[in-house]
């Protein structure tokens, strides 16, 4: 039997960390925080450790390039003699990265895969701290406006990769320092047992109406999908519509959660009747035989159409294992990488001819915001801040 070669490190409730990138920190660093002895479990090595942190980008002047034709490429089989290891930083869900890392583990079984999750924040702040003395070798995160705050401050080895380079340019940095992987849509999910579809709200303004008063799940602002969406709020509805969209969800008894997987299980068993989701939280609930219906919303004359943000991948300038950390991000760009987000995570696939996973609308079927978001990612402190003074948690 093939060796489990994917480590796991994974963050418990242990040390709280502030950092903000426009002064140099004091105090006691990501590096001093104790770390207390692995414990061994199936080859499974499990840290404890947990990082919070607001991270304040520095915005400069970045040219945003017309959108391009993806080219055609042509790929190498994988070479499974080819041994090594890779360090990866991640914020996504275990539930949805494993499969990935399971079919990369499979075309090669000589790699030792190590990971280290944490949130969007919490993962930024630790590369920004080990950037004199980098340790991760990959970031995967599943915020575009993070990435691009990261790239600014010049966290990401530009890409010669041909591979990388082949995705449209609004879904990767001008020199393929990071790049999309998946696209996720916002959408709001019901439970159809409590619901009727004909009442189910259109429009994201609509969860702030009385007759939805505490029956309505939402992430809170830390979640970087919401947070995303609330940068293409403010920047199509203006900062007054969303600030007052931000507390009538408060004012409204809406109940926040810090991700999507405890609010789609809480709509699903009917516990609350609406979830503002992530599109594949829908999928996965409804794989799992919970009576829930989904709204692709905003598609009205006049409204601003669905928001939506990406899954990402981007190799850490300085990271001990540049070669291995290619090849991890090619292969999720393969077409067998990207049919495993697509069928197993009901994800959409950043490059095109990948069939979606069966029940999942393409999104051509819907109109999108006009907006790119690698374009606004300068907006996210003064949306974070408009946040707070809303009082939205």
Known sequence: MRPNNIHRWLHGLSAVLILTLLVACGGQTAADVPTPEPQVIENTVIVERTVVVEVTPTPDTMAAAETSTPQTMTRSMPDSDITGEVVVYTSRAETLFNPVLEAFNAAYPNINVTLLSGSNSELAARILEERSNPQADV???????????????GIFAPSQSEVVMSVPDAYRA???????????????????????????????LDLTDPRWAGQVGAPQSTNGATMANLVVMRELLGEERTEQFMRDMVANGTQFFGGHTDIRKAVGAGELQLGWVNHYYYHLSLAEGAPVGVIYPDQGEGEMGIAYNSTNAGIINGGPNPDIAQLFVEFMLTPEGQQVYA????????????????????????????????????????TRALAQQAGYP
């Open 139 to 153: 970031l995967i995160n599943s915020d575009l406006l993070t990435m691009e705050s990261l790239a600014a401050e």
């Open 174 to 204: 001008d020199d393929g320092g990071w790049v999309a992987l998946t696209l996720r849509a916002r959408v709001i999910m019901y439970n159809t047992e409590l619901v009727d579809p004909e009442d189910v709200p259109t429009s994201l």
């Open 343 to 382: 069928e197993q995570n009901f994800e959409y696939p950043i490059l095109p001819g990948i069939e979606l996973a069966e029940g999942v609308a393409p999104l051509e079927e819907f109109r999108l915001v006009d907006l790119r978001l690698r374009d606004i990612w300068g907006e996210l402190e003064p």
